[in-house]
């Protein structure tokens, strides 16, 4: 399968809640990074996982984390979700030191 | 401030007509330049990437850099209606790769 796939598509969550998003890498892409892109806006970075840990994030408050699987999958959980979480949320895989990151076509998440 | 500055449009130019995209940046640090194509429920996809200062064309595509004004350029020539889409310039530092830092977007409208 080549591509970078995340589902759900579309999303609604009741403020508080949580959520937990989710992401296939592009076959043979070690390193995934997730933004958020609220509406109107260009992405910002969450956080950037290679071989399954943390190396990088953004200004993001810790209620945001995520995993990394071995077969490079990756989730981005939610916590306490805020009516500005609302955005849309994507996942960009790519082999570490490349510049080629392949994008998903993102989860849209509605905080209501 | 914002680290990168990109101004939203709209924009509105006939087919065939050459089209002008900037951004303006802040961090002297940034190395690496890219421009990516985002159509409407779709994650941003890569045109081109241009490493330091200098030109690159690729096809209808040409991307300048110009690091002593920070100040990065796209054009589209023989701009087509299949062209109209949000256009996001994205900078990134070698010494935090992954972390991709994007301008807000420009709408684009190529009207037949």
């Known amino acids: 399968e080549t591509g970078v796939t995340q589902s759900p598509t579309h999303l609604i969550k009741t403020r508080g809640q949580q959520v937990t998003l989710r992401c296939s890498s592009q076959?043979?892409?070690?390193?995934v990074s997730w933004y958020q892109q609220a509406l109107g806006q260009g992405p910002q970075f969450i956080f950037q996982y290679y071989r399954e840990e943390e190396n990088g994030r953004g200004n993001f408050p810790p209620r945001f984390s995520g995993l990394q699987f071995p077969n490079y999958s990756s989730e981005l959980n939610v916590n306490a979700l805020e009516l500005d979480d609302s955005a849309l949320y994507l996942c960009?895989?790519?082999?570490?030191?490349?510049?080629?990151?392949?994008f998903g076509s993102g989860t849209r998440l509605t905080v209501v | 401030q914002k680290e990168v500055e990109q101004d939203p449009g709209p924009l509105s130019v006939p087919e065939g007509a050459i089209v002008s995209l900037n951004c303006t940046y802040s961090n002297s640090a940034f190395q690496y330049f890219m421009w990516y194509r985002q159509y409407s429920r779709k994650g941003p996809e890569l045109l081109m990437y241009t490493y330091s200062s200098g030109n690159k064309e690729d096809g209808r595509f040409t991307a300048q850099v110009d690091k002593s004004s920070k100040y990065i350029s796209l054009f589209i020539r023989d701009s087509q209606p299949s062209d109209s889409a949000t256009y996001l310039c994205a900078m990134m530092s070698s010494s935090n790769t992954g972390k991709l830092i994007f301008g807000q977007g420009t709408t684009l409208q190529v009207k037949p």
């Open positions: 960009a895989s790519s082999l570490t030191g490349g510049l080629g990151y392949t």
């Open positions: 076959s043979g892409h070690n390193t």
